[in-house]
């Protein structure tokens, strides 16, 4: 018996996001006196399976099969259910995101689990299996209780800090059944965006807003990102006015990002960007504006000139360097 987690996979390396779900995974199996086993599909870097050994995996079931390189939550459930009746697995823990919970739920369904999206915290296990997740886009959290045998828990990004505990993990071949009903869809092709960091799991983001004043006016911040090795991102109005590519759309309608740092320059915090960001574990805004909404829901505020204090912050940042 073990508690079972799946990664992601980026360029044939597990993601950081998933990490944190394996750190997860390594807490809940000890205290459930279990130990920590990661699924991983597709094309994998074998040294970055064996790390996962780093963060508490003891194990990794890799199903390397070609049909199994693009993502496909339909087969990648089947496979995850498969893998839990394995392990004889009771507690099944994915990271949220887009993939995450259209396999959770799929995966829910197979195995009759109970599942619970969002998870903040470790469970409380006793007599009871209580865990907390997030709610109202992040403005409260819920307790819940989950009674069926088997658990499924999607953790959101930031939940819990990676602590390495040295080692690898064995890496086990895994050769799952594979249904044609799961391949009537398939990928032709995948385009990536030309950033070079994803905002998903980018751990830094800056992020503009209708203050830049325009496309033409955005190097001051791609600077900025350039010195702190950051993505970039933008509000929906600037996006809907083609200054930034629709991809780098941050918000309720866009990407919902969790990074460790969101700067946002020039972005007044409508309701509908705040949902996107407050999962951020720290909010720096600046804006010439004292009364915007957003500096309610910053950590650090700024109020001045983007265009003025953007280049100094960049300066201070390469002069640490």
């Not at 995974?25 to 279990?34: F, L």
């Not at 995101?97 to 959770?104: E, T, V």
């Not at 050769?175 to 070079?196: C, M």
């Amino acid at each position: 018996m073990s508690v079972l987690i799946f990664v992601e996979l980026e360029n044939g390396q597990v993601k950081k996001s998933s990490l944190e779900a394996i750190a997860y995974g390594a807490e809940v199996a000890k205290m459930t006196g279990t130990t920590a086993t990661v699924l991983a599909l597709g094309k994998a870097d074998n040294s970055s399976l064996e790390q996962t050994g780093v963060v508490g995996a003891s194990k990794v079931l890799y199903a390397s099969d070609e049909k199994l390189t693009h993502e496909n939550s339909l087969a990648y459930a089947d496979v995850l259910t498969q893998a839990a009746e394995k392990e004889n697995s009771k507690i099944i823990i994915l990271s949220k995101s887009g993939l995450g919970d259209a396999m959770a739920a799929r995966a829910s369904a197979k195995l009759k689990a109970g599942i619970v999206s969002g998870v903040t915290e470790l469970p409380v296990i006793n007599e009871h299996f209580i865990v907390t997740r997030s709610i109202y886009t992040g403005k409260a959290f819920s307790s819940v209780e989950i009674k069926s045998d088997i658990k499924i828990l999607v953790v959101k990004k930031n939940t819990i800090d990676i602590t390495e505990f040295g080692g690898r993990a064995t890496i086990e071949n895994f050769i799952p059944t594979l249904r044609d009903s799961d391949f009537q869809a398939s990928v032709v092709n995948v385009e990536k965006a030309s950033s070079e960091l994803s905002l998903t799991e980018a751990d830094i983001i800056v992020s503009g807003g209708r203050g830049m004043k325009g496309p033409e006016n955005w190097q001051p911040l791609v600077d900025l990102a350039k010195a702190l090795g950051a993505a970039t991102g933008c509000s929906k109005p600037v996006s809907d006015l083609d200054w930034r590519p629709h991809h780098e759309h941050i918000g309720q309608t866009g990407i919902k990002v969790t990074p460790d740092l969101y700067i946002a320059c020039g972005i007044s915090g409508a309701i509908q960007h705040l949902a996107g960001v407050n999962g951020s574990k720290y909010i720096v805004v600046i804006n010439k504006d004292p009364e915007a909404p957003f500096f309610k829901a910053a950590d650090y505020g700024i109020v001045g000139d983007v265009f003025e204090i953007l280049p100094k912050l960049t300066k201070a940042i390469e002069d640490l360097k």
